[in-house]
């Protein structure tokens, strides 16, 4: 039987051949083609998302309107293109941003309002250093005052109507005289040519009347007490800037030091103003110490704001000549902001490019309960917050005994923290080199670091 097989199959090979092919092809066949299938399958399918995404793409827009207040959530959404949502986008999206420049315009007005710098040539850069020196001088003496001319810090609380207690020597003398010549009179009309002890005491209590009627005369005819002393200092403090009442000498004068004089300047003068707003009535009229908010500014200091000057080489000979300008100072750029304590504002604790943050200290005796009229009016002169209020008793007799009268009201001596804030848009233009390295401002391109 196997050999019938054999010859059998010697006999038709080729079909054995054949059919053996055919068995061994057919999984092999499908293994392959299955394979092949799944791949096309895979492409096909890759080709016809792309497709649908493009389409989807293509049929969709995302439209959205960007928030423009910190707490706002920003309308998003994607829908089919539509040329009546496409105008509302664009028509409130150009409102957004009118508003935004509106508001940045009107905001840059308020911060620079009545900052100017008193003195021209002078800021960010004088032509020269002789320039620098001649006009630095100039601006030392108006901050400082001479015998020719009172300091711009007298001139501010003159045009406010600020004063002093009456002079005390002025009035001994005024009393002096009257009591002399009220004892002459009594002396003239007695019998024995002498002033007699009922006599000597009505006139004590006459001259009690007299020294306290002229203490609230003064009152009456004042904003508010604030001598020239509760601005300028002898002496500089530690800690602040030190607004001088006698001339500055010229190696003081640099551009950084211009700068922070007119700074401070205007730092104080913004304060000033503001009282000056808080002892003003509804009806826009000055009130008098009695009935003021604000009674007596005892003190102003601004926090000291420091820079690392270059050095600077200038030989002057009576304002004339050339000077030759150094290299950048070997000193680090430092500011008074590092060691500030954290304030509810949160303005002072990141580095930004927008605003620089400066901190004044003020002691006022007030009214307790008009006080608030100045927080709001130093939010209302400038970009000034009240961070910190110390209050104390105040001893109304003593205050009495130096000339000051603050009237029925009801005072407190208030020790005050003020922020204050100044936006870069437009104090950088006037910003010498040296204070924007301090500030972490980059100088524009060809602008070599300079001072004096």
Known sequence: ??????????????????????????????????????????????????????????????????????????LTESRAPNAIVTRFYKDRKEQREAQVDEVIERGT??????????????????????????????LGQLVAGTAEAPSIYERLLRKLNAGSAPDPIALASSLSQYKKQQEESYAATSADGRVSEEDAKRLEQDLIKRRLGEYAGRAESIAFYCPLGAIQTAQPEDGYSHVPITEPGYDSITESSVYTWVWDYWIISDILRAVGAANTDQSGVSLAVPDAPIKHIERIRVDKFLVADAVIDVNIDDFGGRGSRGGRGSSTPTTNNEDQFKVYTGRNQQPNDAFDVRYAEMTVIASSEKLPALFDALGKTNYMTVVDVDLEQVNVEEALLEGYYYGDDHVVRAHLKIETVWLRAWTKDLMPDTVKTTLGIPLEQNEDFSDG
């Open 1 to 74: 039987m196997a050999g019938n097989i054999l010859a059998w199959i010697k006999a038709n090979l080729l079909i054995v051949i054949s059919i053996a092919l055919i068995v061994i092809l057919l999984p092999v066949g499908w293994f392959f083609s299955n394979g092949w299938n799944s791949s096309i399958q895979e492409k096909a399918a890759k080709a016809y998302s792309d497709e649908k995404r493009k389409l989807t793409q293509a049929s969709t827009v995302d439209y959205t309107l960007p928030r423009v207040l910190k707490d706002e959530q920003p």
């Open 109 to 138: 007005a308020f911060n620079q309002a009545n900052h100017d710098v008193p003195v021209d040539n002078l800021l960010p850069k004088a032509e020269s250093a002789s320039e620098l020196r001649r006009n630095g001088y100039k």
